[in-house]
């Protein structure tokens, strides 16, 4: 049995936060919370579109031995080397997937939202008073690799390859955050957060207008973490092809990108690279969907 802390009359239920598995049973939602779930589907926006043109960019980092507390200094050898690689042009969404498209996805297929998060909007709705118009602004969070996938397929649309996201977070000459080389601060990116009972303290998908990419994407740097479409190859810097590279063709885990609202600074770096077993759900995890100008292109398709 997973231990409990009260607060106030409420129930806290620790493992929120936890790793938790596609496997968790996804049980039908209360009257009252149904009710939720519907109004913050109906009020989703879905996120405008950004165009990032063709051409190379400086993707990875430069070895540096001699600076270990330095932000240019790589995070580990998997971003190293630093190189230029072509990348046609695509298209990505400027905000992070909503929790309300979410829903309204699930909603749509008549599927259930899972267990954790069904818990956490239930208790943030009760307990701290968070009303369904944040919700609906909220990223999506707790979901699996495959979910995201599904998500964005059902648009039409994909997750990116993790050079696309790359380079629509630092653009062409290999920024060190999106917004530039300024440490990050709380104007430019949700991070750095702590809560005791371990909720979520996110921001509105379309909120830190100062913490843009330079093509006008929010949140490539904290807020959620997001799945990418690749699988994570520790070493793949170092023999990916020159073009549109599309990721190891298998693996373990899949690619993770950005860091997160409890991340420390380091995973807000653009070339910090991490990956999770593909059926994870956490809060710390979301996604965002991309497209190739020329819907051809099969690279990205692999699953």
Known sequence: MR????????????WLISPLYAAQP??????ELSKHLVSIASLAHPSPTIMVPAGPFLIGSRRIDDDPYGLWTQFDDTEIPQQRVWLDEFTID??????????????????????PLQ???WHVITVHAVTDETLTRWPALYVTWQEAHDFCAAKGTRLPTEAEWEKAARGAEGRLFPWGEQPPTNKLAMYGQHHMHEIPILAAVDSHDEGKSPYGVHHMAGNVAEWVQDWFGFDYYAYMPEKNPPGPTNGRYRSVRGGSWKSKIIMLRTATRSGSAPDQRSATIGFRCAQSADRSVSHVERK
């Open 94 to 115: 400027r905000d992070e997937a909503s929790l309300g498209e979410y829903l309204a996805f699930l909603h749509k297929r008549k599927l259930e939202a899972s267990d």
């Open 3 to 14: 231990p409990t802390v009260w607060l106030g009359p409420a129930v806290v239920w620790l």
């Open 26 to 31: 996804h049980p039908k939602p209360s009257l």
């Open 119 to 121: 818990k956490l909007i």
